[in-house]
């Protein structure tokens, strides 16, 4: 367990008040309250208001920078990671929705552009267990750009696969020599985006997207759909979920991509850009059951672990989802915030970052039917078909 006013002291704020505010609140977070989880107690609770006003204070301090404030998460995942230890980090973006808020001026459209709120980026580091540590990076997106935990000024956003690579260097710096795994789902299928990863050996995990790429598999041009359905699968085991047993069938296979990278294509940002040929082994994934239609995943991965453990591994990536389900009863607090600034925001759930660690994942927000019928994989201990 990380002693957290050590780790303040460790990674100060730059003023011992601020670091004392920090300790306070993040022991509020973990405790639980029992009617504010998530944020600070005011009006009715144990605390004084004066604790109330000197949180507000604290969020809206020109001196605290995001990148000092996330500071002790980084000092924090030191500890956590020894050095060549594996780690897993997953990331996502998730829709922080105030399309009922009328009084923030920096809201973006959200949502297929059909709401206004915030889009939360965030790299969230798995033990090599799959249990959440902390997260490593996070970036909010607002009308005006991103203010990210990487830089103490806006960024500017130009789409998710840039803030990935973001993060990407951001786990060089933080956890050097880790064998860290980056996570994500298939929004992040991108061939300009994994060849940057494979550069310097990292190592990766994203469910594929696009089954229409043209690549090579056994000297043949063929699309990856194709591809992956010459590969037979061999029954793995069977997974329970709500009483109904489901057999998991796995095979893997090897291609090559070749073709050119069609990022910001289709906006006319550039044009398609070559790059070297990788080698992308495929695992594949399939739910069976009589009567249904098959689940299936394709995985695009340079790892050479076992198949049943990048399957699951895979199944862990759900863990930010959970991490990311936090902001939606923090929301009904930040609408109170009227006169609140858009740095409030993210000083908040920095502090929230910092309870990250301690606290249990206790349940889980999944909208894919194939998720769904795979989570029981996140122990991954397959009961054997009796014949």
Not at 1 to 17: E, F, H, P, W, Y
Not at 123 to 138: E, F, H, I, R
Not at 258 to 276: F, H, T
């Amino acid at each position: 367990m990380i002693d957290l006013a050590a780790l303040l002291q460790t990674a100060s704020l730059g003023d011992k008040r601020l670091d004392q505010r920090a300790l306070t609140l993040v022991g509020d977070i973990i405790k639980g309250q029992a009617s504010a989880t998530h944020g600070p107690e005011g009006v009715g609770h144990q605390r004084t208001w004066a604790h109330a006003m000197g949180t507000f204070r604290f969020f809206d301090n020109d001196r605290l920078t995001l990148p000092a404030l996330y500071e002790p998460c980084r000092v924090a995942l030191r500890q956590l990671v020894s050095q060549g230890q594996r780690c897993y980090v997953v990331h996502d973006v998730s829709v922080v929705d105030f399309t009922a808020h009328q009084r923030k001026e920096d809201l973006e459209q959200v949502g297929n552009e059909r709401g206004y709120g915030y889009e939360l980026f965030t790299s969230l580091v798995l033990s090599a267990q799959g249990n959440p540590l902390g997260p490593l990076m996070q970036e909010m997106r607002t009308i005006k750009g991103l203010l990210s935990s990487e830089s103490p000024t806006s960024l500017p956003f130009v789409d998710h696969l840039s803030q990935m690579e973001r993060a990407v260097v951001a786990t060089d710096r933080t956890l050097p020599g880790r064998d860290a795994v980056h996570i994500c789902d298939r929004e992040f299928d991108d061939l300009q985006l994994q060849r940057f990863i494979q550069h310097k050996a990292r190592r990766y995990l994203i469910r594929a997207q696009h089954l229409a790429r043209k690549v090579l598999w056994e000297g043949r041009r063929m699309t990856l759909k194709q591809a992956a359905q010459q590969v037979p699968l061999k029954q793995a085991g069977q997974v329970v979920r709500k009483g109904q047993a489901y057999d998991l069938w796995v095979g893997q296979t090897e291609v090559v991509f070749d073709g050119k990278s069609l990022r910001g294509v289709a906006k006319k940002r550039q044009m398609p850009r070559r790059g070297v040929p990788i080698s992308v082994r495929i695992v594949i994934s399939e739910l069976r059951s009589l009567g249904q239609t098959p689940l299936r995943w394709v995985l695009l991965t340079n790892l050479e672990d076992e198949l049943l453990d990048v399957v699951s591994a895979y199944v862990w990536r759900w863990r930010v989802e959970i991490s990311h389900s936090w902001c939606s009863p923090f929301d009904s607090l930040l609408c109170s915030w009227d006169a609140r600034p858009r740095s409030s925001v993210p000083a908040a759930l920095g502090s929230l970052a910092k309870g990250a660690e301690p606290r249990e994942f206790l349940g889980i927000g999944i909208d894919d039917p194939t998720a769904v019928r795979l989570v029981e994989l996140a122990s991954l201990q397959p009961t054997p078909l009796q014949p």
